[in-house]
Nanobody, 115 residues
Framework: QVWLVESGGGLVEPGGSLRLSCAAS????????MSWYRQAPGQEREWVAS????????NYETSVEGRCTISRDNVKNTLYLQMNSLKPEDTATYYC????????WGQGTQVTVSS
């Protein structure tokens, strides 16, 4: 059974940091490009960052580049997103999936940036 379980979100003040995690199971995690996506209220889901299977390349959406770092642990089947210098516009529910997304979406983890 395929599942994706995101965690690590929360309420943080502007300028703060969070580390998101995505535990994956039921597919060949170590062979897939993986990505983080986010969906703000009233908005469509958008891509945030991607990483290749062996972490040889990483790509970031322009608004998060320089503030976020995507990483993965293929032994633990876990994807991470370190988010620094958070801004109110980063407020969204964050999801992980393959790139392009082909698995059922998990429940996501809510990130709220507010003072």
């Amino acid at each position: 059974q395929v599942w994706l379980v995101e965690s690590g979100g929360g309420l943080v003040e502007p300028g703060g940091s969070l580390r998101l995690s995505c535990a994956a199971s039921g597919f060949t995690f170590m062979s897939d490009d993986m990505s983080w996506y986010r969906q703000a209220p009233g908005q469509e889901r958008e891509w945030v960052a991607s990483i290749s299977p062996r972490s040889t390349w990483k790509n970031y959406e322009t608004s998060v580049e320089g503030r976020c770092t995507i990483s993965r642990d293929n032994v633990k089947n876990t994807l991470y997103l370190q988010m620094n210098s958070l801004k109110p516009e980063d407020t969204a529910t964050y999801y992980c999936n393959t790139d392009p997304p082909r698995l059922a979406w998990g429940q996501g983890t809510q990130v709220t940036v507010s003072s």
